[in-house]
């Protein structure tokens, strides 16, 4: 088994965006991944690759908690991500990404252009969106759009941001490790990566950091939707692509 550094690098990019769009890399760490190994081992991955990017985010954002959001969004999202990972054997994902991305697209595509509305963040809608988020972080191994999508509509201020949905991420990655780890995700090609993508973690966030620091509060929402909007194009696409591949062959 060898390193592939393409990859690495490829981690390296997402999860600079990651950190700047506030929703984690794994939206696009995911995809990426799946051109180069299968399903399954980058499910294993991403969460060895999150609990390291994720206690980066925390030291550095820390200040801007939301203790009432992390209560609301990380406790469903962590019961629903154990659901999720212990569904992802036997449910079909290429079906549940066609979902995803669909899901994606229209309601990023709904609030970057009715830019005024702003679900309040009550308790109903924390829970909702962080069941949402963390049954999708279980079965398909990202999650960090749907949250993202749904603390972006609550319209937070960057750093509050950014923070709660490291803190509520690391829950979800320290809960579905050891549910993929008995699933059979995590083996030694999956461990091999463990030193490299743990310093990609750090890097990567400290760099979407200093990167953060020179964009505006009021381009930060906008920045975080297209950031969405693209991710669930791109896997449309990507399924796409693989179904005709398949029908020509």
Do not use: C
Request: aromatic letters at 16%; proline letters at 2%.
């Amino acid at each position: 088994m060898k390193i592939n550094y393409t990859f690495l690098l490829l981690a390296l990019v997402a999860e600079i965006i990651g950190t700047i769009g506030g929703f984690g890399s794994s939206v696009f760490f995911v995809p990426l991944g799946n051109f180069y190994f299968d399903f399954y081992s980058v499910l294993g991955m991403t969460a060895i690759f999150h609990l390291s990017s994720n206690v980066s985010k925390i030291f550095l954002f820390k200040k801007g908690l939301d203790k009432k959001l992390l209560l609301y969004i990380g406790i469903p999202s962590v019961l629903f991500v154990i659901v999720g990972g212990f569904l992802s054997k036997i449910a079909d994902s290429a079906i549940l990404e066609i979902v995803l991305g669909a899901f994606l697209v229209v309601f990023s595509l709904l609030f970057l252009i009715k830019s005024e509305i702003v679900i309040l963040p009550n308790k109903k809608n924390s829970i909702i969106g962080g069941a949402l988020s963390g049954f999708s972080a279980g079965l398909l191994g990202t999650g960090g759009a749907i949250r993202g999508l749904t603390m972006a509509a609550f319209n937070l201020e960057k750093s509050a941001f950014i923070a709660t949905s490291a803190f509520i991420d690391f829950m979800i990655d320290f809960s579905r490790t050891f549910v993929y780890y008995g699933n059979g995700y995590i083996g030694k090609q999956e461990l091999m990566y463990l030193p490299f993508l743990f310093a990609i973690g750090l890097i990567g966030t400290y760099l979407g950091k200093r990167i953060l620091h020179y964009i505006p509060q009021e381009r930060f929402r906008k920045l975080s939707l297209i950031f969405i909007l693209l991710i669930g194009l791109a896997t449309i696409t990507k399924l796409a692509f693989d179904y005709w591949s398949m029908s020509a062959s």
